[in-house]
Structures are given as structure tokens and as C-alpha cells.
């Protein structure tokens, strides 16, 4: 059925996003088989390929529940914790109204105009220009804001991406980006555990190259598991990158139909656009944010649609104007500006500036009697 409308949309992508989730959950399935195959590889001895993949399965049906009970396990681990080793990574704190009316008030706003309950608010002390969303519930739910953002855009604009990480909150996204970051960290180290016994260990207490007779069952079997492994890695990654490149175009439009303002989401998109990476996170948490800036071969690999592609989806659809790209200066001449500003002209005038203060004796002028308060000159000066 074809999708029409922001809200249809929605739908049509959460339905999507939970077969896909399935799909990535199913992976670690894969895994196990991968390394059911590898151990009975080892331990075949000379037996047919045939006889190693039958013996592999049943070793997955007899393993399953396990797999199960320990993706399960890591995802509550992951519950639980996710926001304090996000907040570790990033360095960002909490905020209340009090330390940050500015942002508190205007996300307060947003979420009384559409009855949402507020997300924390958290300020991650960065130069770069970004924002996240994360959390599993209501109870969990919070925006991170980079300090270089707030203080690089006006209050339209920081609205704007407030309420794009919103957007994310209202539609599950974030959800759903934590539970596949999640299920995707257990491939990754599933694979990294299975490269490592393979190349530094044995399975089935048995050497690959017991006997002399003929193993070329064994050698297929271990090669299909290998195969199988980088399979599902590489499917786990495709997997996330479709889950975030396929929202930030909704959140984008949702942020709009909050504010209903288009040309400050676009203002927004294009002061952050290549000013977002930010230091010493992963790749997973950049997965979260409103632009994860890349390199090479964008739209390979980007998890996130390019800003480009974002301010012409905007200006096609809710008649917004792209300014093009935005040219904003280091935050160092900033400050210089700011400093410079700052400074209070003394009885002389700005002393800064190349022009005379006005009625400031020149350089052999005899200068005159001072005026007296009260008294205004005469025709005679």
C-alpha cells in the first residue's frame, strides 16, 4: 500500500523498521551457526560436507535458547546503562531551567503545543554543531544539545533541531536506533570473538591437519562459516544505515509541522552541515545525531541522507528557501568580535578607532578653556 501524508509515513516506516529489526535480531542466529560450522570444521575429521552442515544445525537447535537468553541479557544490560556510557562518551550533564532557560523554555514550549511529556535536556561542551536524541522510554528520553549549536544559532533555529530530536522521540525512532546500535554491538563482538578463536585457537580438540586423508568437507565448511560471518556484519551495518538514513527525512518534516517555520529547519541543516563531528564518540552515537558528517563514499555508507538532499526535500515540499551553503566564522574571531565590541568608548572616544574624537585637540592646536557645566558659549567662544 502506498504511503501518503507525514502520519502515513510514520506508520509505513515503523512497520518497516520492525521487520527490519527482526531481520537484524535473526542475525545473531546466523552467528551461531557461523560458529557451529567453524567447530564441527575442526572436529570433522574427514567427514563430508553434508555431515558437517547437518551436525552445525543441530548444534543451533540445540544452542538457540541460549543465543536467545544472552541477546536478551545484553539488551537489559544495555538498557539500563545505555545513557550513562553514552553520557561517558560524549562528557554531556544534565541541565534544569534554571542553568539553561533558553533551551528549557523553548523545548517546554514544543512539547505543551503537541502534549508530549519533556525529554531531559542534556549540553554536550563541544565546538561542533550538533544535536541527539536517546532512550528507551518515557522515563529515559533525553536531548543532547552541543554548546557550540546554541550558541552558533538563533532561537529559531535551535527550535527547529529541538524539535527534530522530538520528532525522533514521537515517531520511536531513537527506540528503535538504540535496539539495533545494540543487537549490532553483539554481532560486532561476536565477530570479533569468532576471528580470534579461529586464528589464535582450536575448537573440538582436534588439529586441522589430523590425518592424512582427505578434508575438503572440513575446509569448505570452515570457509562457509567465515563467509556467513562477514555476511551478517556487513547486514547488521546495512541494517542500521537504513534505519537512519530512512527517518531524518520524516523528523525533518516533523520539526516543521511543529514550528511551522521550514525556512529555520533549513537555516538550521545548513550552519550544521559539516560543523557536526563531534570528538571522541562512536560511530554509533554519530548514527544518532542530526548530521553525521562523512567522507568518500557518502551515499554508500552515510548513515544519514545529505543535507543537501534534506533542504531540497524541505524546499519541494514545505516551501522552504535554501540560502545555499553557509559560511560562519571560527569561534575565535568570534570571540575577538565579541571582545572588541565589548569595549566601552573612554572621554576621548572608542580609542580603537582611526577618527579623532570629536572636539579632541589636534596635534598643535592649543586646546581651549574647558566648558564649564551650565554656562553655554558666547559669540566669542
Not at 61 to 70: D, I, K, L, N, V
Not at 81 to 87: E, K, P, Y
Not at 286 to 294: A, S
Not at 335 to 364: I, L, Y
Request: charge should be negative; charged fraction near 20%.
Amino acid at each position: 500500500m502506498a504511503a501518503y501524508g507525514l502520519y502515513t509515513h510514520i506508520r509505513s516506516n515503523r512497520r518497516r523498521s520492525i521487520a527490519l529489526l527482526i531481520g537484524l535480531f535473526f542475525l545473531v542466529y546466523l552467528m551461531v551457526y557461523a560458529g557451529a560450522l567453524l567447530a564441527e570444521g575442526w572436529a570433522g575429521g574427514h567427514a563430508p560436507l553434508d555431515v558437517i552442515l547437518a551436525r552445525a544445525w543441530a548444534d543451533l537447535m540445540t544452542s538457540w535458547p541460549y543465543a536467545t537468553a544472552g541477546t536478551v541479557v545484553w539488551i537489559l544490560i544495555a538498557y539500563r546503562f545505555h545513557q550513562a556510557m553514552i553520557d561517558g562518551l560524549s562528557g554531556s550533564e544534565a541541565v534544569t531551567r534554571k542553568e539553561e532557560p533558553r533551551l528549557y523554555n523553548l523545548l517546554e514550549n514544543l512539547c505543551i503545543s503537541r502534549g508530549i511529556p519533556m525529554p531531559k535536556l542534556r549540553i554536550m561542551h563541544s565546538d561542533a554543531l550538533n544535536a541527539f536524541a536517546t532512550g528507551l522510554n518515557q522515563k529515559q528520553y533525553s536531548i543532547t544539545v552541543t554548546s557550540g549549536l546554541m550558541n552558533r544559532l538563533n532561537d529559531a533555529e535551535v527550535e527547529a533541531v529541538l524539535a527534530h530530536e522530538l520528532t525522533h522521540i514521537r515517531n520511536g525512532d531513537v527506540r528503535m536506533m538504540v535496539i539495533a546500535v545494540i543487537i549490532a554491538g553483539a554481532i560486532s563482538f561476536f565477530s570479533e570473538f569468532f576471528f580470534r578463536m579461529m586464528f589464535y585457537g582450536r575448537m573440538g580438540g582436534r588439529s586441522s591437519s589430523s590425518g592424512d586423508g582427505d578434508r575438503k568437507g572440513a575446509g569448505a565448511a570452515i570457509l562457509i562459516a567465515i563467509v556467513l560471518v562477514a555476511v551478517a556484519w556487513f547486514l547488521s551495518l546495512v541494517i542500521r544505515f537504513a534505519l537512519s538514513r530512512s527517518r531524518e527525512f520524516l523528523a525533518d518534516a516533523g520539526a516543521v509541522e511543529l514550528t511551522k517555520n521550514p525556512d529555520s529547519m533549513i537555516m538550521a541543516l545548513r550552519k550544521i552541515e559539516g560543523r557536526g563531528e563531534l570528538p571522541g564518540v562512536t560511530s554509533a552515537v554519530m548514527e544518532m545525531c542530526i548530521d553525521n558528517p562523512v567522507e568518500g563514499f557518502a551515499d554508500l555508507f552515510a548513515s544519514h541522507p545529505s543535507i543537501d538532499r534534506r533542504v531540497d526535500a524541505l524546499v519541494r515540499m514545505a516551501g522552504g528557501h535554501d540560502p545555499g551553503p553557509v559560511a560562519l566564522p571560527n569561534p575565535s574571531e568570534e570571540t575577538q568580535s565579541d571582545v572588541a565590541e565589548s569595549v566601552e568608548p573612554g572621554p576621548w572616544g572608542n580609542s580603537s578607532s582611526q577618527e579623532p574624537a570629536r572636539d579632541a585637540p589636534q596635534r598643535g592646536e592649543v586646546p581651549g578653556p574647558l566648558p564649564i557645566p551650565g554656562v553655554t558659549r558666547g559669540p566669542w567662544g
